[in-house]
């Protein structure tokens, strides 16, 4: 069992509040990933980081935000959720790009 | 284009039967390919890795097939359990970059009925 977390597992919340979904992994992997899956839809990377203050966008276009101050931890941030927004978001890393440890994920409902 | 395209969508067997999933792919250039399982509401956990110069590869009641020339993998279940309930994904890795980006399927959703 890979060591990395996602918090909250679920979250509900309103029009316009601004939210952080938490990812940190104990593993020491360099390259840490955010996908979003939609139910029965495969897995659309958002966002990815390289290591320490590198971060990219991803495939899927995203409003979304995030930073890499720390290795082990990549939070994503939501400025403004949106209904669209509702999803679940994914998080992963990986110790050399050739295979990826996902966590349990965040169910995000925007009502 | 990269794909991944996966076959069935949806399965339904019978608890005890075997199974095979298909995996079609247009990633160039291959670097290797993974099955994942993903239980519902959690994040997947991986099965199985091939490289260009494996065919095959087990891991318990999963064995995984990749012919690299057909750009083609299955992944066989052997007798079944309930708690194979979920859905299998195909994930293809490129070596065209050093983020070794992934390419993922839509996932087969297999049911097992007792």
């Known amino acids: 069992e890979a060591d990395i977390y996602q918090t909250p597992r679920y979250l509900v919340i309103g029009t316009g509040k601004k939210i952080t979904l938490e990812c940190s992994q104990t593993?020491?992997?360099?390259?840490m990933y955010w996908y979003q899956q939609d139910p029965g839809m495969e897995l659309h990377l958002i966002h990815y980081?390289?290591?320490?203050?590198?971060?990219e966008k991803g495939d899927l276009s995203s409003e979304s935000t995030v930073s890499r101050i720390r290795t082990e931890h990549f939070p994503l941030t939501l400025e403004s959720a949106r209904p669209s927004h509702t999803s679940q978001y994914l998080c992963?890393?990986?110790?050399?790009?050739?295979?990826?440890?996902f966590g349990q994920g965040t169910r995000l409902t925007v009502v | 284009k990269n794909q991944v395209e996966q076959s069935p969508q949806s399965l339904i067997i019978l608890e005890g039967k075997n199974c095979t999933l298909q995996c079609n792919y247009t990633v160039s250039p291959f670097s290797n390919l993974r099955w994942y399982k993903q239980d519902t509401g959690r994040g997947p956990v991986s099965l199985t890795i091939m490289t260009f110069s494996e065919n095959t590869k087990s891991n318990g009641r999963y064995t995984a097939t990749l012919d690299a020339d057909t750009k083609q993998s299955s992944l066989h279940i052997t007798a079944s359990q309930l708690s194979d309930s979920a859905s299998y994904i195909c994930?293809?890795?490129?070596?065209?970059?050093?983020?070794?980006?992934?390419?993922f399927g839509r996932g087969t959703q297999l049911t097992v009925w007792p």
């Open positions: 994930v293809v890795s490129d070596r065209g970059s050093t983020l070794g980006r992934l390419y």
């Open positions: 980081s390289y290591g320490v203050n590198s971060t």
């Open positions: 593993m020491g992997h360099d390259k």
């Open positions: 992963a890393s990986s110790p050399r790009g050739v295979e990826a440890f």
